[in-house]
């Protein structure tokens, strides 16, 4: 698990008229912390979620993993996002066990290595319940079944920072249920640090040890802690 600080953050996209994206964000995310991003459509959590995650530039300000800019290399970070993207010509097994990281990994790994990948994709397969589909096609399930492969296959290489965006959003309420408990267990077995976006308040207080409403107006950030959860 991962300390993440954001400083100052602005985000103006090329061409945009309005308002910036982002503007004067300020927060600091301590390792381990399962922290739920809520707020307003169009208020930029999105936006922010992406830019922690390396995958969208900022205008201003500083974000960092452990000290290191986000923009620099060699911060593991995994996504995951409402439309999960299954390689379609995988099996579930394969698309969970051979996520790129992985494959690099393995190419100059020991069989022990990748004994102990192997170990940890049927593990996965089992708490996250596919074991009856593990040799399917992703296009033979349901879209709570695939939903569930995308988020098996994110926590395949153990990520320390786990970043999530409004991933159970397309999930039917018993599926979603399933899902709320697993992350909850695997964030606490795993000391995953979370980012998880959601516009479900209700969701956001259910999984969040702290609760991040981001304002439309500039520079407007609050956090709610949540009592932390009794040991179960
Ligand atoms: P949220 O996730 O809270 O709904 P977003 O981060 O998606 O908010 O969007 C924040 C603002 O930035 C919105 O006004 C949105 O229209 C705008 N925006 C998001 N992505 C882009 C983009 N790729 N190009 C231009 N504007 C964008
Ligand atoms: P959400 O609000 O759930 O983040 P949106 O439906 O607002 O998602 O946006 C979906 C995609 O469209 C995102 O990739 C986002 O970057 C892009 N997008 C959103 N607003 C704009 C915009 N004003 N101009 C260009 N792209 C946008």
Not at 6 to 35: C, H, M, Q, W
Not at 187 to 209: C, R
Request: proline share 6%; charged share 20%.
């Amino acid at each position: 698990s991962r300390h993440i600080n954001v400083l100052g953050l602005n985000k103006r996209y090329p061409g945009a008229t309005g308002p910036d994206a982002l503007e004067s964000i300020d927060l600091s995310i301590e390792p381990g912390e399962f922290v739920t991003l809520v707020g307003a459509s169009g208020c930029g959590k999105s936006t922010l979620l992406r830019i922690i995650g390396g995958l969208e530039t900022r205008t201003g300000g500083d974000v960092c993993i452990d000290g290191v800019p986000v923009d620099g290399p060699g911060v593991d970070r995994a996504m995951v996002f409402q439309h999960y993207s299954l390689y379609p010509w995988l099996s579930v097994t394969d698309n969970i066990r051979f996520t790129r990281k992985l494959k690099a990994h393995t190419a100059d790994s020991t069989s022990a290595s990748v004994e102990a990948a192997s170990g940890r994709a049927d593990t996965l397969i089992r708490v996250m319940g596919l074991g009856h589909v593990r040799d399917a096609w992703p296009n033979q399930l349901s879209g709570g079944m695939q939903q569930r492969v995308a988020i098996a296959r994110a926590l395949m290489p153990k990520p320390p920072i786990l970043l999530m965006d409004e991933p159970f959003g397309a999930l039917d309420a018993q599926t979603r249920d399933v899902m709320h408990d697993l992350i909850r267990h695997l964030a606490k077995v795993e000391k995953t640090t979370i980012v998880f976006v959601t516009h479900d308040v209700d969701e956001a207080i259910y999984l969040g040890s702290r609760v991040v409403v981001l304002a439309p107006r500039p520079g407007r950030i609050d956090s709610i802690h949540a009592v932390p959860l009794p040991a179960q």
